[in-house]
């Protein structure tokens, strides 16, 4: 099992910046691809970024050049700047391991003036 806890949410305004952080824990459990994805009132869910166990990253069209994910160990973060209020939504952690994947409870980002 694996125990995912999401911070960094909050209230910006348009054009600034936030940084989403997700904390995995688990029994040794190998994390081979760490994400992020984002499910906005009305459409579906999609994904932001994932980055590799080589730190391979994979990002969205509409957020690429305006963020970027990292990885510390079982720790993935996703600075974000350029905010729009497009980019509202509710962000999930996502983690995938060789049997299973996980998800976060989501952390609410707001970009509105």
């Known amino acids: 099992q694996v125990q995912l806890v999401e911070s960094g949410g909050g209230l910006v305004q348009p054009g600034g910046s936030l940084k989403l952080s997700c904390a995995a824990s688990?029994?040794?459990?190998?994390?081979?691809?760490m994400g992020w994805y984002r499910h906005a009132t009305g459409k579906e869910r999609e994904l932001v970024a994932t980055i590799g166990q080589g730190d391979s990253t994979m990002y969205a069209d509409d957020v690429k050049g305006r963020s970027t994910i990292s990885r510390a160990k079982d720790i993935v973060y996703l600075q974000m700047n350029s905010l729009k209020s497009e980019d509202t939504a509710v962000y999930s952690c996502?983690?995938?391991?060789?049997?299973?994947?996980?998800w976060g409870q989501g952390t609410q980002v707001t970009v509105s003036s």
């Open positions: 996502y983690v995938l391991t060789l049997l299973d994947e996980y």
């Open positions: 688990g029994s040794g459990v190998r994390l081979y691809v």
